[in-house]
Nanobody, 124 residues
Framework: QVQLVESGGGLVQAGGSLRLSCAAS????????MGWFRQAPGKERDFVAA????????YYADSVKGRFTISRDNAKNTVYLQMNSLKPEDTALYYC?????????????????WGQGTQVTVSS
């Protein structure tokens, strides 16, 4: 079992930055691939970024490539999402998720555990 708790969301002006954190419980965090997803009201949950269990491989949605950076600290059982140059269209509830197989996966159904989400609102 892995429990995930996101933090770091908030209200920011367009062009600003936020850093999301996802703290995981459990002794096997380092074996899991981790992903960030987001969901705006009335829309599906979309893939944002993923990082493999070792941290050596990452993958991004085209919409955030070059602006967002995913990283992890296995010693702290934490995964991060640094978000720069934020746009109003980045406004959503952001979720982190854990994938048992440790790979860079992009489909929500491939993830085994989810956090409760943290709200990011970008004003124009």
């Amino acid at each position: 079992q892995v429990q995930l708790v996101e933090s770091g969301g908030g209200l920011v002006q367009a062009g600003g930055s936020l850093r999301l954190s996802c703290a995981a419980s459990g002794h096997t965090f380092s074996r899991y691939g981790m992903g960030w997803f987001r969901q705006a009201p009335g829309k599906e949950r979309d893939f944002v970024a993923a990082i493999a269990w070792s941290g050596g491989s990452t993958y991004y949605a085209d919409s955030v490539k070059g602006r967002f950076t995913i990283s992890r600290d296995n010693a702290k059982n934490t995964v991060y999402l640094q978000m720069n140059s934020l746009k109003p269209e980045d406004t959503a509830l952001y979720y982190c998720a854990a994938d048992y197989f440790g790979l860079n996966r992009v489909q929500p159904r491939e993830y085994d555990y989810w956090g409760q989400g943290t709200q990011v609102t970008v004003s124009s």
